[in-house]
């Protein structure tokens, strides 16, 4: 027991000293971690303060160009729009900063949004450092996704789209990528709802983790993102999944204002199994997901 | 021979506890997340558990203290792991749907599945005391190394849970180990009794 305080100590300690590249303009405390605001030549991203090398954006907006898109797994994320033209409900489980929502709200302003992130501190730096909009339609819950998700089952709740967002940072919430989630989230999808998923596309992770998808969705389209390690997992609801359908001039027309190049996203979009099929799954008894992707 | 096996017991009793414990917070993540509080419900519950369990213990090593009743001890901490192998996930369910807050939901469950193995295994450290003390003057001493040992053992058991258990296996067949070990400790303690009671068989307590 007291080994585990003593290496948090530690770990906090050497947290203060690391040193922070890039202006940092705010930083808030939560019960979980810091959650910085930095900005960067003409970006502005949250992070959660970490001691590691590598830096993890939480999330970015552009100040010249606010309506831009900075993340490119954002990109595949909006190519769900072909399947789902005019959505009703959508649940967005993992809020970083409220990105995703407000561009989803400009698109389909009738849509109901439910935002759903674990870190009070986030959304607040959200809606105050990238002008996250709560509304009549859009909402957002403070709680973990995983008991949102099954309280939201056990109220007969249905969302015809759902965006899982809650992997980018570097601790994987593993109670979140078991087969018994999985089968929670396609639970709470309408018949034919979405699902996108952004998720990893190295390390040893990757067989597991499609093979779990794989398992409770059937067919699977994906999208890699051209330069970052990301992907989007696209499944849905249905009996079949075989082909992700093409672009309308409109979605291109809409998509165009926030710099998605959708010729760009469509050639990344695939329905190839590069996973090695056989592999196990992850469940809720066996998922050690952040040993896995260290491998 | 004895000393060194009521140590290698006391060692495993500190492994299974620890092994136990982070495999409580895997549990509870499905129903209640992997929140702070999550850990907070548990920690609090374990160490409840284990203040009660040393208190029991002590009092329980008041009376004819043996090898085979601290044997015992571990039988029934290896048996009381079994109802948490078979139905915690019901228990999690059932608290789940009426309690609405996941920081007192986590905690009503993790009182419900943990604190009664935890308490038995806690009984083990003080019961190993009594057993092990000579004399008076030794006692601190003996009390001290156990609590090295006891301690050492928290320590692997749970970086081997954490690192290592949780990537070979899955959370019940971790959970089947630490009954097994339990389980074949107790025997160990059995079977050292009645060793003892052969080679002299006036002795009656410890």
């Known amino acids: ?295 | 021979m004895r000393k060194a096996t009521i140590l290698l017991l006391a060692f495993s009793a500190g492994f299974s506890i620890m092994c136990f414990e982070l495999l409580g917070g895997r549990m509870l993540a499905p129903f209640f997340g992997s929140s702070i509080y999550v850990w907070g419900s548990i920690i609090t519950v374990f160490m409840l558990a284990l203040s009660i369990g040393y208190l029991t213990g002590g009092r329980f090593s008041l009376y004819n203290a043996s090898l085979n009743r601290y044997g015992g001890i571990f039988i029934i901490a290896a048996l009381s792991l079994v109802p948490t192998i078979f139905y915690s996930e019901q228990v999690f369910k059932f608290v789940f749907q009426y309690i609405e807050d996941p920081r007192y939901g986590s905690l009503v469950a993790a009182t419900l599945v943990y604190l009664v193995p935890t308490i038995i295994m806690g009984m083990i450290a003080p019961y190993s005391v009594r057993i092990l003390t000579i004399s008076v003057d030794t006692s601190g001493h003996t009390a001290g190394f156990l609590y090295f040992v006891s301690t050492i053992g928290s320590a692997i058991g749970t970086i081997m849970t954490s690192f290592y258990f949780v990537l070979w296996m899955e959370v019940n067949q971790i959970l089947w180990l630490t009954f097994s070990i339990l389980f074949v400790c107790g025997c160990l303690a059995f079977a050292m009794g009645s060793l003892e009671k052969s080679a002299n068989p006036e002795m009656t307590s410890a």
């Not at chain 1, 072909?82 to 967005?92: D, G, T």
């Not at chain 1, 949004?113 to 002008?131: G, H, L, Q, R, W």
């Open chain 1, 1 to 295: 027991m007291n080994k585990i305080f003593k290496t948090l100590l530690v770990a906090l300690l050497i947290g203060q000293i690391a040193h922070i590249e890039a202006k940092q303009i705010a930083k808030e405390r939560s019960i979980y971690r810091n959650v910085v605001i930095v900005e960067e030549g003409r970006e502005r991203c949250m992070r959660f303060e970490t001691r590691r090398r590598q830096i993890t954006n939480q999330a970015c907006i552009d100040l010249k160009e606010p309506n831009k898109l900075v993340f490119e797994y954002a990109h595949g994320v909006l190519a769900g729009y072909a399947l789902k033209p005019q959505p009703k409900r959508i649940l967005i489980i993992g809020l970083g900063g409220g990105v995703l929502s407000n561009v989803m709200h400009e698109i389909s302003p009738e849509a109901e949004i439910t935002s759903v992130d674990i870190d009070p501190v986030v959304v607040e730096m959200a809606k105050e450092y990238f002008n996250y909009q709560e509304n009549d339609k859009v909402k957002t819950e403070i709680k973990d996704g995983r008991v949102f998700v099954k309280r939201a089952l056990l109220k007969n709740e249905k969302y015809d789209w759902i965006i899982l967002d809650a992997f980018n940072g570097d601790y994987i919430p593993e109670h979140l990528m078991s087969k018994e989630f999985l089968s929670e989230v396609k639970g709470l999808l309408d018949d034919d709802g979405l699902l996108s998923a952004n998720t990893f596309s190295n390390s040893k992770l990757y067989d597991y983790e499609s093979a779990t998808y794989q398992h409770v969705f059937g067919d699977l389209q994906i999208f890699k993102a051209p330069t970052k390690g990301n992907r989007v997992i696209f499944a849905c609801n249905c009996e079949a999944f075989k082909v992700f359908p093409q672009y309308s001039p409109e979605l291109k027309a809409t998509l165009i204002k926030y710099q998605v190049d959708v010729d760009r996203v469509w050639r990344r979009i695939s329905d190839k199994v590069d996973w090695d099929i056989n592999s196990e799954i992850l469940t809720d008894q066996y998922s050690p997901a952040n040993l896995l992707k260290q491998n």
